[in-house]
């Protein structure tokens, strides 16, 4: 949920700086049909407010086809700046879910301060719940996966990562000055 508020933070910067949504077909942004693909195969294997994926079979590595087909969306649109850093946030996911099986590994008390106690007591239950795995001890790379979170009172709160992270600020950089058509650092 933290990429949406970064998505919302960039389209209220730039509206803030008198920028218009219009503008963002100037920055030169080509297929994002394999965004749009991307996301569908997250949803399909992991859909939002569940624990059981709709498709039940090789979900782990789905997820991580998912990342390879937005690393080729980045590739193809290296030219727009904010895109290499949303890259690097993905990066930085991708590895940390390749490494743990497909999944990424997600702190129970981060999910609790975040008010997501269900999901939380899930992961203790199940060890896994939707694409997350619970972190433990022996969670390979551990600093990458969903441990920061936003407090419980904000909407929609939940834990996220590192890469997460970056991805939101990319994209807040992307509405916040393409709204106000500042597309290129080149």
Same mark, same amino acid.
């Given at each position: 949920?933290l %990429?949406?508020w !970064?998505?919302?933070g960039?389209v209220?910067? /730039?509206l803030l700086? !008198? !920028?218009?949504?219009?503008?963002? $077909?100037?920055? /030169?942004?080509?297929h %994002?049909?394999l965004? &749009?693909?991307a %996301?569908?195969?997250q949803?399909?294997?992991?859909?939002?407010?569940s $624990? $059981?994926?709709l498709i *039940?079979f090789? *979900? $782990?590595?789905f997820?991580l086809a998912? @990342?390879f087909?937005l690393f080729i +969306? =980045?590739?193809l649109?290296?030219g727009?700046?904010?895109?290499p850093?949303?890259g690097?946030?993905?990066? %930085?996911?991708?590895?940390?879910? !390749?490494?743990?099986? /497909?999944y990424?590994?997600? #702190? =129970?008390? #981060?999910?609790e301060?975040a008010?997501e106690?269900?999901?939380a007591?899930s992961?203790?239950?199940?060890g *896994?719940?939707g694409?997350?795995i619970?972190? &433990?001890? #022996? *969670?390979a790379?551990?600093?990458?996966?969903?441990w920061l @979170?936003?407090?419980?009172?904000?909407?929609?709160?939940?834990?996220f #990562?590192l890469?997460?992270t970056?991805?939101?600020?990319?994209?807040?950089l +992307? +509405?916040g000055l /393409?709204? =106000?058509?500042?597309?290129?650092?080149t």
């Open positions: 949920m %990429l949406l !970064g998505v919302v960039g209220l910067v /730039g700086r !008198g !920028g218009s949504i219009a503008n963002l $077909e100037k920055m /030169g942004i080509s %994002l049909w965004v &749009s693909i %996301l569908i195969i949803l399909l294997v992991f859909p939002l407010f $624990e $059981e994926p *039940t090789g *979900t $782990e590595l997820h998912s @990342y087909i +969306f =980045v590739i649109n290296w727009v700046w904010q895109i850093i949303m690097l946030g993905m990066t %930085l996911n991708l590895l940390v879910i !390749g490494i743990n099986g /497909g990424m590994p997600a #702190s =129970v008390k #981060s999910l301060r008010g106690s269900g999901v007591k992961l203790l239950e199940n *896994t719940y694409n997350v619970e972190m &433990s001890d #022996s *969670t790379l551990d600093f990458l996966g969903d @979170y936003l407090p419980k009172w904000f909407p929609f709160s939940t834990a #990562s890469g997460d970056i991805i939101a600020i990319g994209l807040v +992307f +509405f /393409g709204m =106000v058509n500042e597309t290129t650092g």
